[in-house]
Structure formats: structure tokens, C-alpha cells
């Protein structure tokens, strides 16, 4: 029966690194000598930057490892690590480095320069119940999660803006760029979840993850403040470049970082016995500590030729990573699952992909 099931789950990890635009041919053709022969010219600097979105250059990494999990009955208990990471340049910056500023009086803009990393350990104690709802529902529950999160190590950009402008006998240009670190800390939130089956055929699934959720960052805290400067008067001292770029770097005290309130919906349609098909939404309402708040919408199909031997195929649109294609497939024999997963991410061919993800989860059921 249900409240006797028990899951140990061993070995468990997720990882995801992803740019906006450069896959590994567009390294070898770019970024090595046999590819463009030493040097770029115009037209290939032009691909480049074409190349680039208009809301600048994009880079993340997840990391999530399972250190050990135990569920029994309705209860559970797991303990993980997590990192996230999300980091913006801003096109015009781009544009900027690679063809300088060739038309007079046209002013660059850095105001979307952006980022923010974490790390943290992480403690859940889940809870959940079972509810009678037969006029709507064969079987419906109902789930929440106590997070206790122990961080180890932050950095943000609070504020980063700066303009550059070349006219007839000045440079005009500044750049301020405010960031903040912090070690140790710890934070509290909730995961509240609700999942039916309808028809025997039909499941219905609803999360909010990173209710009221939040670090407050207690050790070695700093803010940083870059400012960068050069006017029509420091023009003609150009070779004293560095002296017009200042850093201050001073203590400050404890603050709080909130995770962003994520959204979940799933539904899932057993089209046979060993034939599945299930469609996922996923909205994060902040674009920060390593989340997007662009949409994500997910299919996927598992097909199990054999009850051992599950075999999973999906794809996703939109979110942080824009387009995924992926493959997994399971190992279930006696009480040992042994799943595995593996995408690409903005094509349908590993070198022609900007970014990789690959899962992988061990768990004995008994």
C-alpha cells in the first residue's frame, strides 16, 4: 500500500550551461585560428554580431545534486545542493568592442548589462495527503514542502548603466556598475503541489515553488562600485586610461535575497498501458537569482517496450534556455531505478547546440 512504499534515493544530480548564440561550430569557426585564419574581417564581424540577440548575449548554468533522499509513505526527507546563474551583455557593448564607434554622434547604451549567482544547500521535509473529490477525481492529493536553504555564496548586479558617444574631437563615455557579494547565510520557503487522475487516463498537476522563499546573506558581505569615465577634457590623455577607472569596494550590512515565486502545471494522458504523453507549463514571476521570467512550455512522451526499460523522448519552448530537444531513458529492474537523461539546447544536432543539459538519478523503491 501507499503509507508503506518507501524510495532511498542515492545519487541524483541536474546540470544545464547555455550562451544565447554560440554553439561548438561557431566556436571552431570564430574562436580558433583554423577557422578564421588568425584574424576576422568585416564581413565576418558582421555575422557575429548578427548573430546576437537584440536583448544582448546570454549566459546560465544550473546544478542541482541529490545528496540523499528517503520518502516513506507520506513522508520525506532530502537533502541537495543547488547553483544558479544568469548573466546578460548587452548587444551595443558587443558592437562596440568588435567595430569601435564608427559613426559619429550615434550613442551606445549599456543599461542591460546584468547577472546574478548562487549556491546553496538546501533541506526539504515533505508532507502530503490524500483527498476524496469522486464527483471530479479518482484519486486526488495534495503536497507541501518545508525548505530549510543554508547559502554559501552570492553575487548580484544591482546597478549597471553607461552610454559611450564619439563626436568631432571628444569621446564621451561613462560606465557605473554597482554589484554586491555575500557568504553564508540561510532562508526559509514553501513548495505547495496538488496532483488528480481523472478517468484513470488523465492526470492533472499544479505546483508553487519558492513560496515566500528567501536567503539573508549574514558573512564577508561587500558592494563593489566601478565607475568609469572619459570626457572631451581627458580626451587628448588617452594613454592615462586606467587613472579614469575607479573601484570602491566597502562592508555592508546582512540582506535578504528573495527566489522568484515559480509556477507549475502538468497534465499527462496514458494513451495505453505503456504509452504516456504529458505537456508541462512553467512560469517564474522574477528575473533574478538564476531564474527567468519568460515561460516555458514543455512536451514530453515516454514509451516502455518492456516494463524495465522506459524510454523518453521531449522538447521545450520558450524559459530561460529558449529550445531544448531531449532523450532519456530508465533501467527499473527489481527495486533499483536507474534514470538517465540527456538535451541539446536551440538545435536538433549536439555541435550545432548553444548549451547541454544531462540528468541522471539513482533510487532503490521497496
Given at each position: 500500500p501507499y503509507e508503506n512504499r518507501m524510495e532511498l534515493n542515492l545519487i541524483g544530480f541536474n546540470v544545464n550551461a547555455a550562451n544565447s548564440t554560440l554553439s561548438i561550430d561557431d566556436y571552431k569557426r570564430y574562436f580558433t585560428e583554423s577557422g578564421h585564419g588568425g584574424?576576422?574581417?568585416?564581413?565576418?564581424?558582421?555575422?557575429?554580431?548578427?548573430?546576437?540577440?537584440?536583448?544582448?548575449?546570454?549566459?546560465?548554468?544550473?546544478?542541482?545534486?541529490n545528496v540523499l533522499g528517503i520518502l516513506f509513505g507520506r513522508y520525506g526527507l532530502s537533502i541537495q545542493g543547488i547553483g544558479k546563474s544568469l548573466g546578460?551583455?548587452?548587444?551595443?557593448?558587443?558592437?562596440?568592442?568588435?567595430?569601435?564607434?564608427?559613426?559619429?554622434?550615434?550613442?551606445?547604451?549599456?543599461?542591460?548589462?546584468?547577472?546574478?549567482?548562487?549556491?546553496?544547500?538546501?533541506?526539504?521535509l515533505s508532507l502530503?495527503?490524500?483527498?476524496?473529490?469522486?464527483?471530479?477525481?479518482?484519486?486526488?492529493?495534495?503536497?507541501?514542502?518545508?525548505?530549510?536553504?543554508?547559502?554559501?555564496?552570492?553575487?548580484?548586479?544591482?546597478?549597471?548603466?553607461?552610454?559611450?558617444?564619439?563626436?568631432?574631437?571628444?569621446?564621451v563615455s561613462s560606465m557605473d556598475v554597482i554589484s554586491r557579494t555575500g557568504q553564508g547565510g540561510s532562508g526559509f520557503g514553501l513548495d505547495f503541489g496538488a496532483?488528480?487522475?481523472?478517468?484513470?487516463?488523465?492526470?492533472?498537476?499544479?505546483?508553487?515553488?519558492?513560496?515566500?522563499?528567501?536567503?539573508?546573506?549574514?558573512?564577508?558581505?561587500?558592494?563593489?562600485?566601478?565607475?568609469?569615465?572619459?570626457?572631451?577634457?581627458?580626451?587628448?590623455?588617452?594613454?592615462?586610461?586606467?587613472?579614469?577607472?575607479?573601484?570602491?569596494?566597502?562592508?555592508?550590512?546582512?540582506?535578504?535575497?528573495?527566489?522568484?515565486?515559480?509556477?507549475?502545471?502538468?497534465?499527462?494522458?496514458d494513451v495505453r498501458e505503456n504509452l504516456k504523453v504529458a505537456l508541462d507549463l512553467e512560469q517564474a514571476f522574477e528575473d533574478k537569482m538564476g531564474y527567468s521570467d519568460k515561460a516555458q512550455i514543455a512536451l514530453g512522451v515516454e514509451y516502455k517496450p518492456t516494463r524495465t526499460v522506459p524510454l523518453r523522448m521531449g522538447m521545450s519552448i520558450g524559459g530561460k534556455y529558449k529550445y531544448l530537444f531531449g532523450v532519456g531513458m530508465g533501467i527499473h529492474v527489481g527495486f533499483v531505478n536507474l534514470d538517465l537523461a540527456y538535451a541539446i539546447h536551440q538545435a536538433m544536432w549536439p555541435t550545432k547546440s548553444t548549451g547541454y543539459s544531462a540528468a541522471a538519478n539513482l533510487k532503490f523503491v521497496f
Open positions: 584574424h576576422w574581417d568585416e564581413n565576418e564581424i558582421d555575422e557575429l554580431l548578427e548573430m546576437i540577440p537584440e536583448d544582448g548575449l546570454d549566459a546560465s548554468g544550473d546544478a542541482h545534486a546578460v551583455i548587452p548587444k551595443s557593448m558587443l558592437e562596440l568592442a568588435l567595430k569601435g564607434n564608427q559613426e559619429k554622434f550615434k550613442e551606445f547604451s549599456f543599461r542591460d548589462f546584468d547577472g546574478d549567482a548562487f549556491t546553496a544547500a538546501k533541506l526539504s502530503s495527503h490524500p483527498f476524496k473529490f469522486k464527483k471530479f477525481f479518482e484519486e486526488f492529493g495534495i503536497g507541501l514542502n518545508v525548505n530549510y536553504y543554508m547559502g554559501i555564496a552570492m553575487a548580484e548586479i544591482t546597478r549597471a548603466e553607461g552610454s559611450m558617444v564619439t563626436t568631432d574631437d571628444a569621446i496532483a488528480g487522475k481523472i478517468r484513470k487516463d488523465w492526470t492533472v498537476s499544479m505546483v508553487l515553488k519558492n513560496m515566500f522563499a528567501g536567503l539573508t546573506w549574514t558573512q564577508n558581505l561587500e558592494e563593489n562600485r566601478t565607475t568609469f569615465v572619459i570626457d572631451s577634457i581627458t580626451i587628448d590623455n588617452f594613454g592615462e586610461l586606467d587613472s579614469l577607472v575607479s573601484t570602491t569596494t566597502y562592508d555592508i550590512e546582512e540582506f535578504t535575497t528573495r527566489l522568484p515565486l515559480v509556477f507549475h502545471f502538468g497534465v499527462a494522458y
